[in-house]
């Protein structure tokens, strides 16, 4: 009852009272810096989007990624001085950070590569939303691009979830015109000159209706000479995941122009001697 007694409340609930009062500032200051750090870094982005014409979803995963690492140093900081309130010693609350940091680290060596991997994948406009690709042994359309995993759709409609670490090369098949071929087979019977001019008719009339042709169609000649048939290339630089279009209605019209002039297009023929005993 005495110790009670003793205690003096008038001390007790002032020091309690400025505690608190310091709590509130502290977070007080941390919402304020937050958000102007928040506006800060999506100012930033949208100058530099804008600027260095960054497709969209590069810029938001990228402003994504800054604040994240914002909000974890700030957190850090507000815990700190929190802790520096109540008269814990700050060094050692960062010396444990450090040991858990390595801790983790050892632990999580993979998912550490992967968000490096990720982040420079961003960083150096390897690949966007939309582009065709190959990387780690999948080829297909990438649907996302994350600081984990890149997620690529094959053209089956199978999606691959790729872990960033294992894209060691990337072929990006979307930056600049595309290139349609098509070879196709006459017979050794035909006239190649003959084969050639219509043809070269035939790319002239594709060009002229095909708005995804850069350019040609041209005829390049004889490819090769074929167990049954004569070979002929016929090449043009088209759009961007155009070719695919290109190449079909360039079949087609061959297929339509060859019937029509009575040029063969050879299949391949099998011979079988029978060999009769005396």
Not at 97 to 126: H, N
Not at 151 to 163: E, K
Not at 196 to 213: F, M, S
Request: glycine residues 8%; hydrophobic residues 45%.
């Amino acid at each position: 009852m005495n110790f009670i007694e003793n205690i003096g409340w008038a001390g007790l609930l002032v020091d309690t009272g400025l505690l608190i009062l310091q709590l509130i500032a502290i977070f007080i200051v941390y919402a304020i810096v937050k958000s102007l750090g928040n506006r800060f870094i999506e100012r930033s982005f949208s100058e530099v989007s804008t600027k260095q014409n960054m497709s969209q979803s590069r810029a938001d995963t990228l402003k994504n990624l800054t604040m994240s690492v914002f909000a974890y140093v700030l957190i850090f900081i507000v815990v700190a001085v929190v802790f520096d309130t109540f008269g814990f010693d700050i060094k050692a609350l960062i010396a444990g950070a450090g040991i858990i940091g390595l801790a983790v680290g050892f632990g999580a060596q993979g998912l550490v590569s992967d968000v490096v991997t990720g982040f420079f994948i961003l960083l150096e406009k390897q690949m966007d939303v939309g582009d065709y690709v190959t990387a780690a042994g999948f080829g297909g359309i990438v649907e996302d691009v994350g600081l984990r995993t890149t997620h690529i759709r094959s053209f089956d409609g199978t999606l691959n979830y790729v872990p960033n670490r294992e894209i060691s090369s990337l072929s990006n098949h979307s930056r600049g015109n595309m290139r349609a071929l098509v070879d196709i087979g006459i017979s050794y019977d035909d006239n190649i000159d003959e084969a050639i001019r219509v043809l070269q008719d035939v790319c002239e009339k594709v060009a002229e209706t095909n708005e995804a042709i850069v350019d040609g169609p041209n005829v390049l000649g004889v490819q090769n000479l074929g167990d049954s048939d004569v070979v002929i290339r016929v090449l043009c630089q088209t759009k961007n995941m155009e070719q695919w279009g290109v190449e079909r209605q360039l079949r087609k019209e061959i297929k339509e122009a060859f019937d029509a002039n009575g040029i063969e297009i050879p299949f391949p023929h099998q011979v079988y001697v029978e060999k009769k005993e005396q």
